[in-house]
């Protein structure tokens, strides 16, 4: 593929795609090191965006004398707190990612075993699943959540 684009997670991190060598074993000290510096910086990121939204809403709080204003207020801090809330969740789990590259048990999947690969995990470095044990899944969730 010429002239292959960035992906999200790697522009924030300054990469570009990793490129495997013929024979390359998988995960080796090359490749847990790229996916480690994603995770860092889309951590790094996270926080950051945590840090402006807390100085923002100390920023904007005002007593507005008009109850719409004021609901309206309330309303962007609620959206804005609940959008960190995830985020926190999502720092805990890039945190344990960044663990689990550590301890060398980094890019398999949890259900079966298999390489999960190099690109999905450019794509989703959090992930835990290969493809097809992630679309399993789903598709239970979809049919218990009928039921």
């Keep these: ?4 684009k960035k992906l999200g997670l790697l522009a ?4 570009e795609p990793y490129q495997e060598k013929p024979g390359e074993e998988y995960m080796n000290d090359a490749q847990r090191a790229h996916f480690k510096t994603i ?15 807390k100085s923002h809403m100390q920023d904007e709080a ?5 109850p719409v204003d004021r609901a309206a207020q309330e309303e962007e ?5 609940r959008t960190r ?3 926190r969740k999502l720092i805990k789990k890039i945190e344990k990612t960044i663990i689990l ?26 992930a835990d699943l290969c493809v097809d044990c992630k679309t399993l899944a789903e598709i239970k969730e979809k049919q218990s959540g009928r039921g």
């Design 1 to 4: 593929m010429p002239d292959q």
């Design 12 to 15: 924030q991190a300054g990469l």
């Design 39 to 53: 995770l860092e910086a889309w951590r790094n990121d996270l926080r950051n965006e945590v840090d402006r939204t």
């Design 62 to 66: 005002a007593n507005f004398p008009d």
């Design 77 to 81: 801090f609620s959206l804005e707190l």
């Design 85 to 87: 809330d995830r985020e």
């Design 101 to 126: 590259i550590k301890e060398d048990d980094f890019g398999y999947c949890d259900s079966c075993g298999i390489e999960i690969g190099i690109r999905r995990l450019e794509a989703r470095p959090t």
